[in-house]
């Protein structure tokens, strides 16, 4: 059974930085395509950021582009989502998310795409 376990979120002030970190377990994540997505209290869920398995491919919402940086460690089989110059609108739920995807070597920003989600850490940010 593929679990994801997210960590690293908190209160931060504006203009502040966040790394948060999801632990992969149970599968292959060599195979996965891997994504963090968030939803604050009222809205949808919305893609953040994504990359391909490998790491070769990123993509990044707009929102976030500048600011923020996906990137894997294999070896601890862990995604990590640096956030930087944080700003209110960023407070929301983080998820991440994992696609088998066998050898492809896209980026997925849609949530349909994914096949397991973790359970969210809660980034808040104060004005």
């Known amino acids: 059974q593929v679990q994801l376990d997210e960590s690293g979120g908190g209160l931060v002030q504006t203009g502040g930085s966040l790394r948060l970190s999801c632990a992969v377990s149970g599968g292959t994540f060599s195979s996965y395509a891997m994504g963090w997505f968030r939803r604050a209290p009222g809205k949808e869920r919305e893609f953040v950021a994504a990359?391909?398995?490998?790491?070769?491919?990123?993509s990044y919402a707009d929102s976030m582009k500048g600011r923020c940086t996906i990137s894997t460690d294999n070896a601890k089989t862990t995604v990590y989502l640096q956030m930087n110059s944080l700003k209110p609108e960023d407070t929301a739920s983080y998820y991440c998310a994992a696609k088998d995807v066998k050898f492809s070597n896209s980026a997925y920003s849609s949530p349909a795409d994914y096949d397991y989600w973790g359970q969210g850490t809660q980034v808040t940010v104060s004005s």
């Open positions: 990359i391909s398995r490998g790491g070769r491919s990123t």
